[in-house]
């Protein structure tokens, strides 16, 4: 009798020349079964003649023939016999052909024959040459470890006629032993095919007696085997036949190499031990070789990431040293600038000016009341606001800001106060308001100067009452926050024109800040254009260019109406056309052209005040064209001296002698002293 049997996942054929074979999970069942459904003595297949009978030993999930459970039924080729979790399909009484494979017989003294196999032919010593052979195949091909590992485990079963193999190695560095004393690493039946839940399919006692005595095993019938007797595995996992050979690495037993066939008895005999354990030292060769290239390519990668590394650092170290004076001036400014107790993080000026707004901003920090920084565009109103904030009382809090230009009236109140679900064609569910968002912390409302006197008034009822609707909603919301207003507008002269609110006025304007502009502040320019390069160095990741006296010259005699928005923008542009220095060409033509054109008309300015103020006496003209050209150098400079003379063309000592000649050098005393 010949069938097919299908057993989670695992598909073999087995035949028997005997007339009655009894199907189950016992151990003196002939067709031992290892599923949990299927009963101890579940059913048993009788010959009659030339015709086959299954009958149900009254089995508690009951025998199935083709969907049909049945008590006695006669099989046909083909039919389907379900043994509870379990597909046996009978093939037939022929005996296989010719070139089919046998089981191994061990001769006519054995009782019981064990089953006829689907695996391939017993072995030969073309087959065993073959698969060494394959093995060292392996060795020389580039493969990864992965893929040797299944190899020398297929290469195993094929060697053996196995049903499934296993192999199991000592954890390596960051691994951890799963299996006993083994981690398991591969785990394959003859159809080389993954075994699935592999650390449930192998005796975890075999491989550890295996692993403590160094020596391989052989069992004929495990179930039976009195050197197994008391390993729960063998009998929980109905095993039969098994070989295991230790893998020996440098001396020392460092993994298992398991073969079984849970099926069929005697499957294996001495040749198949003495074959695995030659194996088993040819497969410690390709795994020993396998780690050694696989640490060479480990350490290799390891050097080459050390050697980017360093390349890194080089270039960081480099880029360090090429900004060390711009690094140290900055830093020196921070010294210098004596900011108190309070962080002004992104704030950069040295100037009088700047220092009374870090005086001014100081005294604010403490306070709850609303703040309106005025001033041009570009000068920082943004940072002075989150200045505040992160320094205030409400750090901890949220801080929102909005651009009260950017936004019509209709989004601009969708944003500040929020809306309810259907207030407005769009408004598919309810949106939280900037407002409410806030609350609790800091509001930032930009260019305030551009919101329309409806919004003017609808913000104004928020200051005073200290709640707001929410657009279509019919109930109000209390909300506390710290208002921050910024225009560059000039809000007083609007008041006075009627285009803004006098009460929002009064309720914004209880504290005030003006930023000055850049070129009220031309000594801060060299220290911001440094600190500004740098970053914008960074932020391209590029070395910093050197900025030289004659380009930082022509920076300070620029007006910048943008002021430091112009001026980041500029440095940006610079990171990207200058190389290691930056020339005066690579300034753009406004900067440029805007410094002639402002000096031509410093000139013809000077010229008229001539012509009214000189009259026609030559040495009196010359006179004072000579005081107000010095004037106007030490205006465009900043006071620096140094850089006026050079701008003029003389030496400093010249400069200065003509300074006490017209008297500017007491009254440049005066005015510095006041």
Known sequence: ???????????????????????????????????????????????????????????????????????????????????????????????????????????????????????????????????????????????????????????????????????????????????????????????????PLPHTRLSKGVTEKVYTSGQALLSVDAGRDERLSGMASVEDLRLRSIVCAPIRIEGRVEGVLYVDHRLQEQAFDEADLEALELYASLAALAILSRRRVDALQAKNAELEESRRRIARLNDELGRKVRDRDSELAVARSELARERSRHDYTGIVGLSDAMTQVYSTLDRYMDSDLPVLVS?????????????????????????????????????????????????????????????????????????????????????????????????????????????????????????????????????????????????????????????????????AGKPAPYLGTDVVAALCAYDWPGNVRELENEMRRLVVLAGDEVRPEHLSATVLERRSVRLASDRVQDAQGLMVDGGNDMKSAVADLERRSIEAALLAVGGNKSRAAAELGISRFALQRKLEKYGLAARETDEGNS
């Not at 190899?151 to 193999?165: C, I, Q, S, Y």
């Open 1 to 195: 009798m010949r069938f097919t049997v299908n057993e989670e996942g695992t598909r073999s054929e087995v035949s028997f020349e005997r007339d009655a074979v009894v199907a189950g999970r016992a151990v003196e069942c002939d067709l031992r079964l290892a599923n949990a459904r299927v009963s101890r003595r579940h059913a048993r297949f009788e010959r009659l003649e030339d015709r086959v009978w299954v009958v149900d030993l009254q089995a508690a999930n009951g025998t199935w023939v083709n969907g049909e459970r049945v008590v006695r039924r006669e099989l046909r080729v083909g039919d389907e016999v379900l043994l509870g979790g379990v597909r046996v399909s009978f093939q037939g009484l022929a005996r296989p052909r010719l070139g089919d494979t046998q089981a191994l017989e061990l001769g006519a003294e054995l009782e019981d024959e064990g089953y006829r196999t689907s695996l391939p032919e017993p072995r030969s010593e073309r087959v065993a040459l073959h698969s060494y052979a394959r093995l060292c195949a392996q060795l020389l091909a580039p493969h990864d470890t992965p893929a040797l590992l299944r190899a020398v485990v297929d290469n195993a079963v094929e060697l053996v006629h196995a049903e499934r193999g296993f192999l199991l190695l000592s954890p390596q560095a960051g691994e951890r032993a799963e299996f006993g004393s083994f981690a398991l690493k591969v785990a394959r039946s003859h159809e080389r095919l993954d075994v």
């Open 375 to 539: 001033g041009e565009s570009g000068t920082g109103k943004e940072l002075v606001a989150r200045a505040l904030h992160r320094n205030g009382p409400r750090k901890e809090r949220p801080f929102v800001t909005e651009n009260c230009a950017a936004l019509p009236d209709a989004l601009l109140e969708s944003e500040l106060f929020g809306h309810a679900k259907g207030a407005f064609t769009g408004a598919h569910k309810h949106k939280r308001g900037l407002l409410e968002a806030a609350d609790g912390g800091t509001l930032f409302l930009d260019e305030i100067g551009d919101m329309s006197p409806e919004m003017q008034k609808k913000l104004l009822r928020v200051l005073q009452e200290g709640e707001f609707r929410p657009v279509g909603a019919d109930s109000v919301q209390k909300v506390d926050v710290r208002l921050i207003a910024a225009s560059h507008r000039d809000l007083a002269a609007m008041v006075r024109e009627g285009s803004f609110r006098e009460d929002l006025y009064y309720r914004i304007h209880v504290l005030h800040v003006r930023l000055p502009a850049l070129r009220e502040r031309r000594d801060d320019v060299p220290v911001l254009a440094q600190h500004l390069l740098t970053r914008a160095a960074r932020d």
